[in-house]
């Protein structure tokens, strides 16, 4: 395997010149960094990351944590959020991913072993996590939920104004009668979404029927379910929000199996925009919460704390966006 001390000696320097190079030191001459560069690059040479990490004290390893990947997560959420913060970080850092629901306890969750942490928190019990990386002193990034304390960068989607301008969108195509198939219970976008809903049917003073509110967990099964409950009732709705897709293309399922049809017979709105959303039959309208997005904007943010502890806090939101297809029929006045 070739050496630091190999590369040295072919570029006629010390072995601590080529280790400035390799980290683009600026305390070297740019012609000499180029030269060592070169040797290195014919060389092949692979740097030693585990020598590194223990003259660095660095794991070279980044975790990125979900509340759950077995309950409340599906998979386009997950996948979204991989692809975001894998686009980011460099090929030096190990990415190491896993949900807090698989850990009895915190105590192998240090500095030693995590450079940094970037959290997909999707609910108020992840707090004893955050708080712990807190006081371990890594650095930390919390996407997907508003976490109230100025130690804390926030990276998050405005939930309750998409789910307003999703319901919206069905009240201005002339529905009166519009239900609600809820997310995962405990989940703060669940809350969020719920609200949205409601708030749309207050401004244009629609009625709210207890009967219009089905609680799902997120998952295509759960869609199917809720839509099969809500065309059962004598008066069924005209138009369904789907806090997520996955709920949705379970929903437009279970309205084709009664013999009814999207959007003639019934309207879907959902909410992500996953990428099978546009491949639906009819394509689905939904609210785009761009996941790979807020993802991305975290991981540049926590490598840019990793580089500078002194770098500030700040709550990012990204904006949703209304994606108008065909699930949607506007009814006669």
């Given at each position: ?50 020598a ?18 077995k ?34 306890d ?81 989940f ?13 049917l ?7 029927h ?16 809720a ?11 005209t ?25 003639k ?24 919460r ?6 991305k ?25 209304l ?8 009814l006669?006045s």
């Open positions: 395997m070739v050496t630091i001390k190999d590369i040295a000696k072919l570029a006629n320097v010390s072995h601590t010149t080529v280790s400035r190079a390799l980290n683009n030191s600026p305390l070297i001459k740019e012609e000499t960094k180029k030269r060592i560069l070169t040797i290195a690059s014919e060389l092949n040479y692979i740097p030693n990351y585990s590194k990490s223990l003259v660095k004290q660095k794991s070279y390893t980044i975790g990125l944590f979900f509340t759950s990947i309950e409340g997560t599906s998979s386009s959420f997950f996948i979204d959020t991989i692809k975001g913060v894998n686009e980011v970080i460099s090929e030096n850092y190990h990415l190491l991913v896993r949900g807090i629901d698989d850990f009895h915190y105590t192998t969750i240090h500095p030693k072993r995590y450079d940094g942490i970037i959290f997909m928190s999707q609910s108020d019990r992840d707090n004893a996590f955050i708080y712990h990386v807190l006081e371990k002193q890594i650095p930390l990034v919390v996407l997907n939920r508003k976490i109230r304390d100025e130690r804390i960068t926030n990276i998050l989607a405005n939930d309750k104004e998409g789910a307003y301008q999703g319901v919206l969108h069905l009240v201005e195509n002339g529905h009166k009668r519009i239900a609600i198939i809820e997310g995962k219970e405990g703060q976008s669940t809350v969020e979404r719920k609200e949205g809903y409601i708030q749309a207050l401004d244009h003073q629609l009625p709210i207890g009967e219009y509110f089905i609680k799902g967990e997120y998952d295509v099964k759960s869609g199917y379910n839509m099969k409950q809500l065309l059962s009732l004598k008066e069924p709705p138009a369904v929000f789907c806090s997520n897709d996955d709920m949705a293309i379970g929903a437009i399922r279970a309205v084709f199996e009664t013999g009814l049809s999207v959007p017979d019934i309207s879907v709105v959902g909410f992500d925009d996953i990428e099978l959303a546009q491949y639906t039959f009819p394509p689905l309208t939904t609210v785009k761009p996941i790979e997005t807020i993802s904007k975290g991981a540049e943010k926590l490598l840019s704390f990793i580089d500078d502890r002194d770098v500030g806090t700040e709550t990012i939101l990204v904006p949703t966006e994606v108008r297809r065909e699930s949607v029929r506007r006669c």
